[in-house]
């Protein structure tokens, strides 16, 4: 329910599900990582970062890596979003959400180039 109320970018709903969920599952890895991204996606980003803390206590820092960068990028911090990024492209290329923001870093530094060779998919720009 929970998924498809964020795919409908119902976001206050999805939050009050995954919340009343989080109650009674406190540790469960999708419902972490589902609520931090509501909360990234409303601008509650104390709660978004508790939330992603709590998920790489749970489930390790590969898990809540890519979260730590889409808060990062909701922050403005394009910089160490990109850092993150990078690592996460690097060990799986073929992630189109990892592109995509690391398209939307670069663009946001004003590194059009990069992010046009990020955002095509076809190679990995130079280092």
Known sequence: ???????????TDAIMTLE????????????LEL?????????RYVEAQAAMEKLEATAGEEA???LKAALLAARGDWAAA????????????????????????LTAQKQPDNAAHFSQGMHRPPP
């Open 82 to 105: 990109e850092e993150l990024l990078r690592k996460q492209y690097a060990a799986n290329p073929d992630d189109l959400a990892t592109i995509h923001l690391l398209a939307q870093s």
């Open 35 to 43: 609520l931090a991204r509501a909360y990234i996606k409303t601008g």
């Open 20 to 31: 009343r969920l989080r109650s009674l599952h406190v540790e469960n890895r999708s419902t």
């Open 1 to 11: 329910m929970a998924s498809s109320q964020l795919q409908t970018d119902r976001y």
């Open 64 to 66: 809540a890596s890519p």
